[in-house]
């Protein structure tokens, strides 16, 4: 059974960073594609960045240069490091991890406030 749990969560400043990190469980994700969406209240969830392999990652407009996905496949793990946070980036992150079949894996979400 896969399962995801994700950490690094937490209440920061603007202009702040965080690291989230995402780990996985019950499979073998080498091939998998890992993912970061965030879903703020009132919103629906939206893509904020994937990682397809280890060398190819894709971004949301609104964190490209800020924000950086990376995966560390030995671990099972994928990692959100998010710079110069802003207000609008207040969300529950959840991470992704999407089987070679398309079938998605999710983790339970974890909080990222970002206020002074």
């Known amino acids: 059974q896969v399962q995801l749990v994700e950490s690094g969560g937490g209440l920061v400043q603007p202009g702040g960073s965080l690291r989230l990190s995402c780990a996985g469980s019950?499979?073998?994700?080498?091939?998998?594609?890992m993912g970061w969406y965030r879903q703020a209240p009132g919103k629906q969830r939206e893509l904020v960045a994937t990682?397809?392999?280890?060398?190819?990652?894709n971004y949301s407009d609104s964190v490209k240069g800020r924000f950086t996905i990376s995966r560390d496949n030995a671990k099972n793990t994928v990692y959100l490091q998010m710079n110069s946070l802003k207000p609008e980036d207040t969300a529950v992150y959840y991470c992704?991890?999407?089987?070679?079949?398309?079938?998605?894996?999710w983790g339970q979400g974890t909080q990222v406030t970002v206020s002074s």
């Open positions: 992704d991890f999407m089987s070679p079949g398309g079938n998605h894996y």
């Open positions: 019950g499979g073998f994700f080498s091939l998998y594609t």
């Open positions: 990682s397809p392999s280890r060398t190819t990652t």
